[in-house]
C-alpha cells in the first residue's frame, strides 16, 4: 500500500490572477501558504483485475474508460496502465467546497501515489504541472494553477505565472518571527457554506477573455495588492499585511455577486468590529473559510464561536506533496 499526501492551502495575496485568461496576456502573482490539513489518496493493487475507486461513492470498474470519477479517471488513464488492477482511496481533513484548494490538492496526491506505484520519481514542478494539464486542459475546469502548485510544493511562496504558460515560484522571505506571527494570528473559520467554484471562476474566466475593462481593472489591482502583501510581509509588517487583506476582500467582492451573501457580510463585519485587522473568504467566494488576520485573537475567537463559527486551527506545511507510506 502507498499513502500519499496533500497540504490544503490559504492564498495571502494576488488571488484570481493565476487563471490562464489573466495570465496568458498580463502574468500573475500571488503569494500561497500550505497549511498542515491533508487530503490523503492510498494506492494498492487488489488480488483481482479491475479498477477499485472509494471517496464519495464506491466504483468498481474493468477498463478506464467506464470510471466516473473525472480525476481518477485521466491520471490512471494518462499513466497508461495496460492492464489496470488497481485500488485507489481518498480521505481528507476538511471537506471539499471549503475554498482551500482540494481538488488540486487530490490531483497531486494521486499523481504522487500513482507514480510511486510504478517506481518513478516526480520533481514538484513536475508533478504540479501535471496536475494542471489534468484539471485545466483535459478536463477543461475553468481554474488557475495556484492550487496545484502550492500543494506540491509546500511552505509559503510567492508565484509568477508567465505568459508562455511556465511557473516561477520563490519562497517568501520571512523571518521567523513574523512566521509564527501569521500562525498565531491569522484565523480561518467555517462559514458552513459549502460550494462549487466553478461558476464564479468560469464567469471570471469569460469576463476576462472579453477583455471586460471592470474585470481586468480589479484583477490588476488585485495583483498589484499580491506584491504589497508580499512587501509587508517580508518587511516583518504583518499589521499592514492584515490591511491589505481587507482591501483585497472589498475589490474581490465587485468581481462577482456570488462572491459573497448576507451572512457572510454580517459576520465579516462582527469580526471586524471584534478584534480583525482584516480579512476575506479563502477561495473562489461564495462559502467555506473566512480568514481573518486578528489584532486581538481571543476577542475574535470569542466574538465567532459565539455566532455559531467554527474556528480550524492550522500550522503551516513546508513539506508539500509527499509519500508517507510505501
Not at 494539464?133 to 496545484?148: F, S, T, V
Not at 508567465?162 to 511557473?167: L, W
Not at 471584534?274 to 481571543?298: C, E, I, T
Request: glycine share 10%.
Amino acid at each position: 500500500m502507498i499513502i500519499a499526501r496533500s497540504p490544503l492551502r490559504i492564498t495571502l495575496g494576488g488571488g484570481g490572477t493565476d487563471l490562464p485568461s489573466y495570465y496568458g496576456d498580463h502574468e500573475g502573482f500571488l503569494v500561497a501558504a500550505a497549511i498542515d490539513k491533508y487530503v490523503y489518496v492510498t494506492v494498492m493493487r487488489p488480488f483481482v483485475p479491475g479498477i477499485y475507486a472509494k471517496y464519495s461513492k464506491l466504483e468498481h470498474v474493468e477498463a478506464v474508460d467506464k470510471v466516473e470519477h473525472p480525476i481518477i479517471r485521466e491520471a490512471v488513464r494518462m499513466l497508461e496502465f495496460r492492464t489496470p488492477q488497481i485500488e485507489i482511496t481518498t480521505l481528507a481533513d476538511i471537506p471539499a467546497g471549503t475554498g482551500l484548494g482540494s481538488s488540486g490538492s487530490f490531483t497531486t496526491a494521486l499523481l504522487k501515489a500513482l507514480y510511486t506505484h510504478r517506481k518513478r520519481l516526480i520533481h514538484p514542478g513536475e508533478l504540479a504541472e501535471l496536475a494542471c494539464h489534468i484539471e485545466i486542459d483535459r478536463l477543461g475546469e475553468p481554474i488557475g494553477k495556484q492550487d496545484q502548485y502550492i500543494a506540491a510544493f509546500g511552505g509559503i511562496t510567492c508565484f509568477t505565472f508567465k505568459r508562455d504558460g511556465t511557473v516561477e515560484s520563490t519562497p517568501l522571505a520571512l523571518d521567523l518571527d513574523t512566521m509564527f506571527d501569521l500562525e498565531d494570528n491569522l484565523l480561518l473559520f467555517f462559514t458552513g457554506f459549502s460550494r462549487s467554484a466553478g461558476n464564479i471562476l468560469r464567469d471570471q474566466n469569460q469576463r476576462t477573455q472579453q477583455s471586460d475593462k471592470q474585470m481586468l481593472d480589479n484583477l490588476h489591482y488585485v495583483k498589484e495588492l499580491g506584491y504589497r502583501s508580499r512587501d509587508a510581509l517580508q518587511s516583518g509588517d504583518a499589521t499592514r499585511f492584515g490591511e491589505l487583506m481587507h482591501e483585497h476582500w472589498m475589490h474581490k467582492k465587485r468581481r462577482s455577486g456570488g462572491m459573497s451573501n448576507a451572512k457572510i457580510d454580517e459576520w465579516y463585519n462582527l469580526a471586524m468590529r471584534s478584534g480583525a485587522v482584516g480579512g476575506k473568504l479563502v477561495g473562489a467566494g461564495g462559502g467555506g473559510f473566512l480568514m481573518f488576520y486578528a489584532g486581538d485573537r481571543n476577542k475574535l475567537r470569542h466574538a465567532m464561536a459565539h455566532a455559531g463559527l467554527e474556528e480550524v486551527r492550522f500550522r503551516f506545511d513546508f513539506e508539500g506533496t509527499k509519500v508517507i507510506l510505501t
